[in-house]
């Protein structure tokens, strides 16, 4: 049950709410079950705070800072949330349904049994997430990275991964049926044979960050072509005709190997406790 003084004091002026988070570093913001639809709560610190089943649907969440927020089972349909830090926090069987979540930081954030169907998740953070059984079914994901993420079972159906990075990802299990996969970034990547690839779109694609493979034109695959394209086995796909492999000049820049490159990412992309961006973890 939420605090009513919690409750009074969210429905004030972002500053007002802000000041009191200062003034009472100790105190856990207890919102849970809370009905908070269509506030503007963009650019609150809530970290830490209490939000299991709280409503949130259609809220804005503009910059707001969710650290180690409790959000499991709570409901964010709709939810406008560009450049939201959900760091750490617990999402698991949350809503996320239709979401803007543009620029979001989820990175180490469980994520398990989450519907980000149709959501807008482009440029996200997902490093060492974790998204088992996620729902993510047309939900646009161009542009994020998934480093070291789990998303062994979770349903990709028709989602779009547009030069996503996946190194040393796991998506055992996961369903990639006519999703869109490509310029994704597959080094290190871990897919056994329940993992499906059907009918998925790839125009080219990265097996390592110094090996960008052209592909033919006869997108959608069909699962055992794509299987031998991941394999690096490019002669053996049947009826295929290969392209050239070509010198990477996507967007990911060299590093010597896979894990300077993602230990970079995090110095650069991990924001401290206090919702400020850092230099260092």
Known sequence: MANLQHLQL???HTEVWNNWRKENPDTIPDLSGADLTNLNLSNLNL????????NLS??????????????TKANLKRVYAKDADFSLANLQDANLFGGYFIQGDFSRASLKGVNLQEANCMESYFITANLEYANLVKCNLNGSY??????DNVNCVKASFVESDFTLASVMNADFTNAD???????????????KFDHVFCDYISLS?????????????????????????????????????????????????????LQSLVYTTVRNYDGVESSSV
């Open 10 to 12: 969210i429905s004030e």
């Open 47 to 54: 970290k830490k705070a209490n939000l299991l089943g709280a």
């Open 58 to 71: 259609q809220v804005n969440l503009t910059g707001a800072v969710l650290i180690k927020a409790n959000l």
């Open 146 to 151: 998934f480093m070291e993420a789990n998303l």
């Open 181 to 195: 996969l490509t310029g994704v970034l597959v080094e290190g990547w871990k897919y056994n044979s329940e993992t």
């Open 209 to 261: 960050n110094e090996n960008k493979v052209n592909t033919p034109k006869d997108s959608p695959w069909l699962d055992g072509h794509f299987r031998q394209l991941l394999a690096g086995n490019y002669q053996a796909m049947k009826n295929v005709t290969p392209r050239d492999t070509v010198e990477n000049n996507a967007r990911f820049v060299p590093q010597t190997n896979v894990e300077q490159r």
